[in-house]
Antibody, heavy 122, light 108 residues
Framework: EVRLVQSGAEVKKPGESLKISCKGS????????IAWVRQMPGKGLEWMGI????????RYSPSFQGQVTISVDKSINTAYLQWSSLKASDTSIYYC???????????????WGQGTLVTVSS | EIVLTQSPATLSLSPGERATLSCGAS???????LAWYQQKPGLAPRLLIY???SRATGIPDRFSGSGSGTDFTLTISRLEPEDSAVYYC?????????FGQGTKVEIK
């Protein structure tokens, strides 16, 4: 069974750093691109970027370039999304999602994590 | 960046009725790389349709997709109560991949 299990909810203060995780299982983790998607409270979906666990090739949306870092540790089948200095506007649910076909970044997302709620408040 | 515009914002229909959701792109979506997702409150999105008209695994045949170029449609042929959700289109033909703003389907 394919599963993407994300780390738990976080409450942080502005200016703090954070790294959330997404652990894949039930499939060949290194062969499928993983995307990160933001959903602000009560709003729609925003594509942030994508990473290929096989070689860590990473692409960012211009809206998120320089604001977050996407990384992966293929030895433990885990992708990460991190911030060096959080802002209140980073308060959102963040989803990871795997691409539907191996090898190609130009794919829809067929399996999603359960989401990680990040709350940034002083 | 390809901007996707969905209409209507909200659709309120009765069980058994047909729902037609539209997704318009600011430029042509190449290779028919357009998908539809369903999201229910508190849950992650679920892939319904990919490559404009292919149903994802386990998706009932009352869901169908059509279109090409810049105009795409998701049709739910006979609404069930469990179809109450927000539906998003997404293009994955160019970077950044983008989503529409969503259409909320309410079941009366």
């Amino acid at each position: 069974e394919v599963r993407l299990v994300q780390s738990g909810a976080e409450v942080k203060k502005p200016g703090e750093s954070l790294k959330i995780s997404c652990k894949g299982s039930g499939y060949s983790f290194t062969n499928y691109w993983i995307a990160w998607v933001r959903q602000m409270p009560g709003k729609g979906l925003e594509w942030m970027g994508i990473i290929y666990p096989g070689d860590s090739d990473t692409r960012y949306s211009p809206s998120f370039q320089g604001q977050v870092t996407i990384s992966v540790d293929k030895s433990i089948n885990t992708a990460y999304l991190q911030w060096s200095s959080l802002k209140a506007s980073d308060t959102s649910i963040y989803y990871c999602a795997k691409n539907a076909m191996a090898g190609s970044s130009w794919q829809p997302s067929d399996y999603w994590g359960q989401g990680t709620l990040v709350t940034v408040s002083s | 960046e390809i901007v996707l515009t969905q209409s209507p914002a909200t659709l309120s229909l009765s069980p058994g009725e047909r729902a037609t959701l539209s997704c318009g792109a600011s430029q042509s979506v190449s290779s028919n790389y357009l998908a539809w997702y369903q999201q229910k409150p508190g849950l992650a999105p679920r892939l319904l349709i990919y490559d404009v008209s292919s149903r994802a695994t386990g998706i009932p045949d009352r869901f169908s997709g059509s279109g090409s170029g810049t105009d795409f449609t998701l049709t739910i042929s006979r609404l069930e109560p469990e179809d109450s959700a927000v539906y998003y289109c997404q293009q994955y033909a160019s970077s950044p991949r983008t989503f529409g703003q969503g259409t909320k389907v309410e079941i009366k």
